[in-house]
């Protein structure tokens, strides 16, 4: 398994830009899909986005296409979530994971997860 540590959260204004970034322990990082998931206060994790190993696929979730863009550097271990035109339903705790198949998007699919960073959007 892979060990994950993701930055970047914050405190942002409706319409500002984050980008969170989750560094990655583990000589077999370039192999693993990943992802980004998000957990607001009182609901459940929902999928936010993932790409598979080389960048050629990556998946996002309906509420944030055309916002968000994920990347990876598998030379540096990390994977990036670009967030813009932020609003103040984005506000949860974002979660990065890895999963051991080709591509994924399913939330029980993914084995490794790291602690989270706090996003909050004020309006």
């Known amino acids: 398994q892979v060990q994950l540590v993701e930055s970047g959260g914050g405190l942002v204004q409706a319409g500002d830009s984050l980008r969170l970034s989750c560094a990655a322990s583990?000589?077999?990082?370039?192999?693993?899909?990943m992802g980004w998931f998000r957990q607001a206060p009182g609901k459940e994790r929902e999928f936010v986005a993932a790409i598979n190993w080389n960048n050629v696929n990556t998946y996002l979730a309906d509420s944030v296409k055309g916002r968000f863009t994920i990347a990876r550097d598998n030379g540096k271990n990390t994977i990036y979530l670009q967030m813009n035109s932020l609003k103040p339903e984005d506000t949860a705790v974002y979660y990065c994971?890895?999963?051991?198949?080709?591509?994924?998007?399913?939330?029980?699919?993914?084995?490794?997860w790291g602690q989270g960073t706090q996003v909050t959007v004020s309006s």
């Open positions: 583990g000589r077999t990082f370039s192999t693993y899909t």
């Open positions: 994971a890895a999963a051991r198949l080709s591509f994924t998007s399913t939330n029980t699919d993914f084995a490794s």
